[in-house]
């Protein structure tokens, strides 16, 4: 069986198919790359990281295949020797390149791809829609099977909880920006809308996170992509491995800022909150699923770029592109065995849960701190440190900040090391209050340094004054304990000690925080020995 792909985006489509013939000794798959795509590299990558045997596009045309899978039907496939199966590599046909194949047509759909001298060159289209088999403008054998891609999707929602512990989400909200490909994309329209929403998104409020097709991440290459987002990176956004990933995202985001890519049809069978970026212009098919969601959704107001948590009510529009949702497998099993003359194995075929990602995100370095102090409550807003004055101070972690962040900082935080195992018998250290005082010293525009001993406790010590303990006790949101990064209570705190310089302040004292969306309670209490004597 011969997998035939000529971009990383198709064969992604294509792998998703493969617990159809898990567990079948009977079939080898052997994968080639469709020569004539301008993202045919990242395309042998993938295939090179999936594990798979790739073989030369010469001997795929000389070597006679029992199934051919393709989920593009562009490039010479009629040299290929086989039965040919066709799925589509997107949600709803909604996108139409003017300078290939028909105008106003989708590949899938178009007789200029599906058809040579007249005949179909696949034995088989499996469509995700009704809808989609009638607007197939080629006579072909055509079956509606779902998607295998949106069925992995809801197969792994109950891990939600466990990819944001993963992102480091925690009570954040997440809100997940999405880029297809080309020049009406979100990223060539708005390239400088992840930062943007970043300088206005406080950072214990909102996790930010971005798709990029893989088209994009294949002629940008990932080296120029992160030089281009650079900024948001720093300012604590998760930009999507274009592989599964990008999935797990959807499963735990709670809002989509879209262009006109089939991420936002994923993103509305799950019925989150949609908020449009770009229209697609010409490119986007009049009429198509996608259509009609981008003229429904709300449009992007960058005074209020977020919608309220709230289901989206964006399902109705995902029921236009999918049917048969969670049994994509097992109607598309029945088929391809039948046209491989085989007997289908007796287990079931299920999607496969998304993994969890594994790697968690940088936090950002430092901060422009927005902050006040107002009846009793102290609000702090963390933004990226090149935000627009005013705010109250500048913030910076020792240790991961560069020079000039930490000589412009009001307030300079380091988190305790823990010396390892491998570092041997030397080492050096300093104690928690020694070093506050040895930040004084180095950085004169710092009137705050502090050390996070724990993810709950902190010794702070404010120029002039003894050391403090600050402990950040866990706020309780209905059935949930939401925890803050003890750096944005450490904030919460240089802003309340800002407002006495006289240096007379109780304690111990608890104050009010708003961190983020959440109330928090902050304990100041003179510090301990041990606190004081931390090694650092």
Same mark, same amino acid.
């Given at each position: ?21 898990? $567990? ?31 073989? @030369? ?7 006679? %295949? ?7 039907? =562009? /490039? ?15 949600? /709803?046909?909604? =996108?139409?390149?003017?300078? &290939?194949?028909?105008?106003? +047509? ?22 995700? %829609? ?26 792994? +929602? ?78 604590? *956004? ?41 229209? $697609? ?20 107001? +960058? ?11 964006? #399902? ?21 065995? =039948?046209?491989? $003359? ?47 004055? @005013? ?37 050096? %250290? ?7 005082? &040895? ?24 120029? $002039? /004054? ?6 950040? *006790? ?39 925080? #708003? ?9 100041? &209490? ?7 004597? %931390?090694?650092?």
């Amino acid at each position: 069986m011969l997998f035939a792909v000529r971009s990383a985006a198709a064969l992604h489509r294509l792998l998703d198919l493969l617990p159809v013939f898990e $567990g079948d000794d009977r079939i080898r798959c052997r994968f080639t790359l469709v020569p004539g795509s301008e993202f045919a590299t990242d395309a042998l990558a993938a295939v090179d990281t999936a594990g798979a045997r790739c073989i @030369p596009w010469a001997e795929a045309l000389a070597t006679p %295949h029992d199934l051919i899978l393709t989920a593009s039907p =562009k /490039g010479a496939l009629d040299g290929l020797r086989g039965q040919q199966v066709l799925l589509p590599h997107g949600a /709803g046909f909604n =996108k139409a390149l003017p300078q &290939e194949g028909s105008p106003e +047509l989708p590949s899938g759909l178009d007789p200029a791809f599906l058809l040579r001298d007249g005949r179909p060159t696949a034995a088989l289209h499996a469509l995700a %829609h009704p809808d989609q088999v009638e607007r197939l403008a080629a006579r072909q054998h055509a079956i509606v099977a779902g998607d295998p891609t949106l069925d992995r999707i809801l197969e792994s +929602l109950d891990r939600r909880e466990a990819v944001r512990a993963a992102l480091g989400t925690g009570g954040r909200r997440l809100v997940v920006l999405s880029s297809t490909w080309g020049p009406q994309s979100l990223l060539a329209r708005r390239p400088d809308l992840p930062a943007e929403l970043a300088a206005r998104l406080p950072h214990d409020g909102y996790q930010l996170a971005l798709i990029v097709h893989p088209n994009e991440y294949s002629r940008t290459g990932s080296f120029d992509l992160a030089r281009r987002l650079r900024p948001a990176l720093d300012a604590g *956004l998760v930009l999507a491995a274009p592989y599964e990933e990008w999935a797990a995202l959807l499963v735990a985001g709670d809002a989509l800022v879209t262009d006109h890519g089939s991420v936002a049809l994923y993103a509305a069978a799950l019925d989150l909150p949609i908020v449009a970026a770009c229209d $697609g212009a010409g490119e986007l098919v009049p009429g198509s699923p996608m259509a009609q969601l981008l003229a429904a959704v709300t449009r992007l107001d +960058l005074d209020a770029p977020v919608p309220p948590e709230r289901p989206g009510r964006t #399902r109705q529009f995902a029921e236009r592109a999918f049917a048969l949702t969670g049994r994509s497998l097992e109607t598309l099993r029945p088929e391809l065995y =039948k046209l491989l $003359g085989l007997a289908p194995p007796p287990h079931p075929a299920q999607p496969r849960p998304l993994p969890v990602p594994g790697r968690a995100p940088q936090s950002p370095a430092a901060f422009a701190v927005r902050a006040s102090v107002e009846d009793g409550l102290i609000t702090v807003d963390r933004l990226p440190p090149w935000t627009d004055p @005013p705010f109250h101070h500048r913030a910076a972690e020792y240790g991961r900040a560069g020079t000039r962040q930490l000589q412009s900082a009001a307030l300079i935080y380091r988190r305790a090391d823990t010396p390892s195992a491998s570092s041997g018998w030397h080492h050096e %250290h300093r104690t928690a209050a020694d070093w506050t005082v &040895e930040a004084f010293d180095e950085y004169p525009n710092c009137r705050t340094a502090a050390v996070v001993l724990s993810p709950t406790t902190c010794l702070l010590h404010r120029d $002039g /004054g003894t050391p403090v303990s600050v402990r950040v *006790l866990p706020a309780r949101t209905g059935t949930r304990t939401v925890r803050a990064d003890p750096a944005a209570a450490l904030s919460a705190v240089h802003t309340w000690l800002a407002a006495h310089a006289d240096g007379r302040y109780p304690l111990p004292t608890t104050l009010t925080a #708003r961190l983020g969306a959440t109330i928090h309670r902050i304990r100041l &209490e003179p510090a301990t020995e041990a606190e004081s004597d %931390h090694p650092v």
